[in-house]
């Protein structure tokens, strides 16, 4: 098993920033991908951004050049750090890690937490 952590989310103004954070505990040895993923009210829950253990990440388009995934192997955290925020930012954003265990994937999920973009 693995639990995530995320830090909490918050409100903001349109053009600001925000980071977010997600700390994994228990089975973090068998964590290949962490990544954020949101969904807004009335819309499919939609990728973010991932990252591998080596570091190879993925944005979607609507966050590329304005939103950075990293990640702290030796403190099992992930970030994401979300500049020149909009209005459609606004979503539960959730952690998510996918663990692989011999044939086995598994994914995880942490709790979600707010975050709201004013205009």
């Known amino acids: 098993q693995v639990q995530l952590v995320e830090s909490r989310g918050g409100l903001v103004q349109a053009g600001g920033s925000l980071r977010l954070s997600c700390t994994a505990s228990g089975r973090i040895f068998s964590i290949e991908t962490m990544g954020w993923y949101r969904q807004a009210p009335g819309k499919r829950r939609e990728l973010v951004a991932g990252?591998?253990?080596?570091?190879?990440?993925n944005y979607a388009d609507s966050v590329k050049g304005r939103f950075t995934i990293s990640r702290d192997n030796a403190k099992n955290t992930v970030y994401l750090q979300m500049n020149t925020l909009k209005p459609e930012d606004t979503a539960v954003y959730y952690c998510?890690?996918?663990?692989?265990?011999?044939?086995?994937?598994?994914?995880?999920w942490g709790q979600g937490t707010q975050v709201t973009v004013s205009s």
């Open positions: 990252i591998t253990s080596g570091g190879s990440t």
């Open positions: 998510h890690a996918q663990s692989i265990e011999g044939r086995y994937q598994y994914d995880y």
